[in-house]
């Protein structure tokens, strides 16, 4: 690596990482093609690179989320549970199958792009409420800047009822435990054969299906630090044993990784001070930009 690659790499990951942390992404998946495009990483060992930069780059934005009370609550937990064998298992396909990149980013692009318009659809012109009787007009979207009934404010710890239900109660609309573990390892694959995190696909699936951005964001983000870790250390012990460029490119990994460190920190400190449907229309469009650039990548 030479000077100029490592300062690009610290640049990218900090531009990088201000703009994706508030929304609970950790950046690798925009990292991924200015590494292969621009800093000339081979395909096998951007895999290990992306979660390198992951696990340096992480503790920016838990440590300004550490007050919250959302990096070791429910949704925490569910999701590390499900993706840390989920990436152990991605690693594994990855290095011993090597399914083709051309492919993956067709899967990504149908994923996110329809996702990312429908959130910023459903964000712009939110669904009427229908009424309910209950003198309020209905029990549909709260009032800008409101939680919805049984969430937690911004900033509130997750408490579990007095009757000893979950917080993501399916009622509320939200998936059920079991379904966000199960999503959890799907995504855990996927990041362990690309090294994406998670957290960019995670973020935009849960904030769909209701969840407050202010409780998805740290969950999402822990869960990418953890599995990040998992994940840079069984590709460490497949390059071993295994032939060819598995291991991640080291100094890349860590100048990129500083950037997002110092990054990620900013970025979650400008979370409180932006309104919540400004959050959900940024996401949305970080989804729609990612699903477009993989369709062209796929497609051409």
Do not use: K
């Amino acid at each position: 690596m030479t000077w100029s690659e490592g300062l690009l790499g610290f640049a990218a990951g900090l531009l990088i990482s201000v703009v994706t942390a508030p929304v609970g992404v950790s950046g690798a998946v925009f990292l991924l093609p200015v590494q292969v495009s621009l800093l000339g990483v081979p395909s096998p060992a951007v895999t290990p690179t992306n979660l390198l930069y992951n696990v340096v780059a992480g503790p920016g934005a838990l440590l300004r989320h550490r007050g919250s009370g959302q990096l070791r609550g429910p949704l925490a937990r569910l999701l590390i549970a499900g993706a840390v064998p989920g990436v152990v298992a991605g690693a594994a396909v990855r290095v011993f199958a090597v399914p083709g990149p051309q492919v993956f980013r067709l899967f990504v692009a149908a994923l996110l792009l329809p996702l990312g318009l429908w959130l910023c659809a459903r964000t712009l012109r939110p669904a009427r409420p229908a009424g309910t009787g209950d003198g309020r007009g209905g029990a549909g979207e709260p009032e800008p800047g409101e939680p919805r009934l049984g969430e937690p404010r911004p900033g509130e710890p997750i408490e579990a009822s007095s009757t000893g239900s979950s917080p993501l109660s399916p009622s509320s609309g939200q998936p059920s435990p079991r379904a966000t573990t199960l999503l959890a390892a799907a995504v855990g694959v996927a990041g362990g054969i690309y090294g994406i995190g998670g957290g960019s696909l995670l973020g935009p699936i849960l904030v769909g299906r209701g969840m407050p951005v202010a409780r998805v964001a740290p969950a999402a983000l822990a869960c990418t630090f953890v599995t990040s870790v998992v994940g840079a250390a069984t590709y460490a012990l497949l390059a071993l044993t295994t032939p060819g460029t598995v291991a991640p490119d080291w100094l890349l990994g860590i100048a990129c990784g500083l950037g997002g460190l110092a990054g990620g920190y900013l970025g979650a400190r400008l979370q409180p001070r932006l309104p919540e449907t400004g959050l959900r229309l940024l996401l949305g469009v970080m989804a729609t930009g990612i699903g477009l650039l993989y369709a062209v990548q796929g497609l051409g």
